[in-house]
C-alpha cells in the first residue's frame, strides 16, 4: 500500500500568514488522486480539496492544492482563526486508499 | 442536505463483535456514483479506511481488516453496517461512515462524514 507521509508534524503560525503543508507518497499517486480534509478538535473531518486541486463545494480560495507524482501541497494564502486544524491528505489511486498522520496548524 | 449518523454499542468487550449501523438522511444509499464506506481513528491518532459498499451489495474491504469486516446494505436502504468480528483493544477508535465518490470500483474522497462514534474495547 502507498504510505504518506507528512510534513512538518505541527506548524505554528500567525493568523494572517501562509500556510504550506506538504504531502508525500512512497510510490507515485495515479492521476492525482489525492485529497486533503481538515479536522478541528472535536469535530468530523472535512473534505477540502480532492483530485490534488479541486477545491469542494463552499470551500474558500484561500485553500489550494497542487502537485502531482509522489508530492503534493496544500497551501492557506492567509490563515483564518478558523484554520487552525489539524489537516490530512489522502490518496486514492491505489488500493487500499491511505491517509497520511496527519499536520497540525497551531496558533503561534 | 445529506447527512449520515453513526450508531450503537459504546463499549465492548474482546473477542467480540463490534457492530455499528449508519443512518443517511436528505438522501438514499441508491445513487449511482457514490459508494458508503466506514472509517476509524484511534483516539489522538490518524484516520484508517475499513471499507466501503455499492448500493448493489459490493463490498470492498481494507487487506488489513478483510478478514474480521463485513458490511452491509440495511432492508430499508437508508442505512448500512459495520460488522468488526474477534476485537482488541487495538480496535478502540471512532468510527465514522461517510459518503464516498467513486466509479467501477474505484474509490475515491469522502464527502460528507458522519459525526463518529467513540467504541472502546474493554472487558
Known amino acids: 500500500e502507498i504510505v504518506l507521509t507528512q510534513s512538518p508534524g505541527t506548524l505554528s503560525l500567525s493568523p494572517g500568514e501562509r500556510a504550506t503543508l506538504s504531502c508525500r507518497a512512497s510510490q507515485s499517486v495515479s492521476s492525482s488522486y489525492l485529497a486533503w480534509y481538515q479536522q478541528k478538535p472535536g469535530q468530523t473531518p472535512r473534505l477540502l480539496i480532492y483530485g490534488a486541486s479541486s477545491r469542494a463545494t463552499g470551500i474558500p480560495d484561500r485553500f489550494s492544492g497542487s502537485g502531482s507524482g509522489t508530492d503534493f501541497t496544500l497551501t492557506i494564502s492567509r490563515l483564518e482563526p478558523e484554520d487552525f486544524a489539524v489537516y490530512y491528505c489522502?490518496?486514492?489511486?491505489?488500493?487500499?486508499?491511505?491517509f497520511g498522520q496527519g499536520t497540525k496548524v497551531e496558533i503561534k | 442536505q445529506l447527512q449520515l449518523q453513526e450508531s450503537g454499542p459504546g463499549l465492548v468487550k474482546p473477542s467480540e463483535t463490534l457492530s455499528l449501523t449508519c443512518t443517511v438522511s436528505g438522501g438514499s444509499i441508491g445513487i449511482v456514483s457514490y459508494y458508503w464506506a466506514w472509517i476509524r481513528q484511534p483516539p489522538g491518532k490518524g484516520l484508517e479506511w475499513i471499507g466501503s459498499?455499492?448500493?448493489?451489495?459490493?463490498?470492498y474491504y481494507n487487506p488489513s481488516l478483510k478478514s474480521r469486516v463485513t458490511i452491509s446494505v440495511g432492508t430499508s436502504k437508508n442505512h448500512f453496517s459495520l460488522k468488526l468480528s474477534s476485537v482488541t483493544a487495538a480496535d478502540t477508535a471512532v468510527y465514522y461512515c461517510?459518503?464516498?465518490?467513486?466509479?467501477?470500483?474505484?474509490?475515491?474522497?469522502?464527502?460528507?462524514w458522519g459525526q463518529g462514534t467513540l467504541v472502546t474495547v474493554s472487558s
Open positions: 461517510a459518503r464516498q465518490r467513486g466509479d467501477y470500483g474505484n474509490l475515491h474522497w469522502f464527502d460528507p
Open positions: 459498499l455499492y448500493y448493489s451489495g459490493s463490498t
Open positions: 489522502q490518496q486514492y489511486g491505489s488500493s487500499p486508499g491511505t
